[in-house]
């Protein structure tokens, strides 16, 4: 089946401590990016990848990190969590040209 | 900066109306996508859309380019219609997004 994986769904932690959401695809697609949605705000694009070792911010990159090592893999990355990264996280890839956009199921994650 | 706006942010019709949700951009884009996202909180990409109009079972979407603006269209409305309804616009190499409309359809 074709889909996007995150990992974990739900995560609460305490502030400073590292951690890892991972996102996979299994669709070969070359287009890959993390959003945060908040109330009121809606959803926000956090960094994005175009392909394998590119990488480019997004509107809110702050205290976040990415890597595209495989075509595959976009984990997301926040080496020392706040409570203001309190959000609702979703991976999202697609082929270049758009098409086949599709969502994982989001993580919630609590910073306390 | 709102790139996106949506209208109306809330709508509750009754079952079988004639729905359409509008999505007005200000920057040059590339496409424009419709999604849904499910109370359970899941985002599915219902359209995209660079040019015309698409039709997909019950819904439509339009966008004139022009004018910088987008419709949704749902026909024949049903409860299961019911979630928030989200505006993205791909400019460059990023999506913005509008706020969403959320849709009550009450049977």
């Known amino acids: 089946e074709a889909q996007v994986t995150q990992n974990p769904r739900y995560l609460i932690t305490v502030t400073g401590k590292k951690l890892t959401v991972t996102c996979s695809q299994n669709m070969n697609h070359e287009y890959m990016s993390w959003y945060r949605q908040d109330p009121g705000l809606g959803l926000r694009q956090i960094y994005y990848s175009m392909n394998v070792e590119v990488t480019d911010k997004g509107d809110v990159p702050e205290g976040y990190k990415v890597s595209r090592k495989e075509k595959r893999n976009f984990p997301l990355i926040l080496e020392s969590p706040s409570p203001n990264q309190t959000s609702l996280y979703f991976c999202?890839?697609?082929?270049?040209?758009?098409?086949?956009?599709?969502f994982g199921s989001g993580t919630r994650l609590t910073v306390v | 900066k709102n790139e996106v706006e949506q209208s109306p942010q809330n709508l509750t019709a009754q079952e079988g109306e004639f729905i359409t949700i509008n999505c007005s951009y200000s920057?040059?884009?590339?496409?424009l996508h419709w999604l849904q996202q499910h109370p359970g909180g899941g985002i599915v990409s219902l359209f995209m859309l660079s040019s015309g109009k698409k039709k997909h079972g019950r819904l439509i979407a339009t966008i004139n380019i022009q004018e910088k603006h987008s419709s949704l269209h749902i026909t024949a409305s049903h409860p299961r219609d019911s979630a928030v309804y989200i505006c993205a616009v791909k400019a460059g190499n990023q999506f913005y997004f509008g706020t969403g409309t959320s849709l009550t359809v009450i049977p």
């Open positions: 920057v040059g884009i590339s496409a």
């Open positions: 999202a890839s697609s082929f270049w040209t758009g098409h086949g956009y599709t």
